[in-house]
T-cell receptor, first 112, second 116 residues
Framework: GNSVTQMEGPVTLSEEAFLTINCTYTATGYPSLFWYVQYPGEGLQLLLKATKADDKGSNKGFEATYRKETTSFHLEKGSVQVSDSAVYFCALTLLNNNDMRFGAGTRLTVKP | KAGVTQTPRYLIKTRGQQVTLSCSPISGHRSVSWYQQTPGQGLQFLFEYFSETQRNKGNFPGRFSGRQFSNSRSEMNVSTLELGDSALYLC???????????????FGPGTRLTVL
């Protein structure tokens, strides 16, 4: 079946530190991959996406590259800010199949 | 363009009652999906509606049902509420026609349901 495994949290970093949150997937077929972010008390916001191998999604300083050979989509940011504190979800979906599968979420706390 | 809206944002019910949640998708989006988010189970897919028909369904009991109206707005109903139904219920919309769809879903802020 289709599933996503992401790094267990919580992750605590100091401001301006480098961030990596690992995400690997299992899928029958060719999935699209996503990172969503959830701030306290809110719904999920799309952070970035990639739809084919070697695509790099980027937004707000975050990046992730679709690696088919390692079935991974790790999230990175070079210098985190306090405002990046949130829960990050890796997700996949197959086109025309709306059953989006999410990882368990990784809580990131950035301290000043 | 306005985002996905959900009402109400917060709801408190007691066991055995039923509840109806509402979702208005982004203008032009005809597919609406519902998800349940709990600390223990994470995010789980409930069902998807497109053109007023349920297209996909997750692994939830029949107490969970939904419908979609001709303007693409959707409602989700939970009957005979149990304590374990306490969760954040998220609605997501995407562009979809009978012949094509996009994979990107846009989520609403959610309805937090508490069952006492």
């Amino acid at each position: 079946g289709n599933s996503v495994t992401q790094m267990e949290g919580p992750v605590t970093l100091s401001e301006e530190a480098f961030l990596t949150i690992n995400c690997t997937y299992t899928a029958t077929g060719y999935p699209s991959l996503f990172w969503y972010v959830q701030y306290p008390g809110e719904g999920l916001q799309l952070l970035l996406k990639a739809t084919k191998a070697d695509d790099k999604g980027s937004n707000k300083g975050f990046e992730a590259t679709y690696r088919k050979e390692t079935t991974s989509f790790h999230l990175e940011k070079g210098s985190v800010q306090v405002s990046d504190s949130a829960v990050y979800f890796c997700a996949l979906t197959l086109l025309n199949n709306n059953d989006m599968r999410f990882g368990a979420g990784t809580r990131l706390t950035v301290k000043p | 363009k306005a985002g996905v809206t959900q009402t109400p944002r917060y709801l408190i019910k007691t066991r055995g009652q039923q509840v109806t949640l509402s979702c208005s998708p982004i203008s032009g989006h005809r597919s609406v999906s519902w998800y349940q988010q709990t600390p223990g189970q994470g995010l789980q897919f409930l069902f998807e509606y497109f053109s007023e028909t349920q297209r996909n369904k997750g692994n939830f009991p029949g107490r969970f049902s939904g419908r979609q109206f001709s303007n693409s707005r959707s409602e989700m109903n939970v009957s005979t509420l149990e304590l374990g139904d306490s969760a954040l219920y998220l609605c997501a919309s995407r562009f979809r026609t009978s012949g094509a769809s996009t994979d990107t879903q846009y989520f609403g802020p959610g309805t937090r349901l508490t069952v006492l």
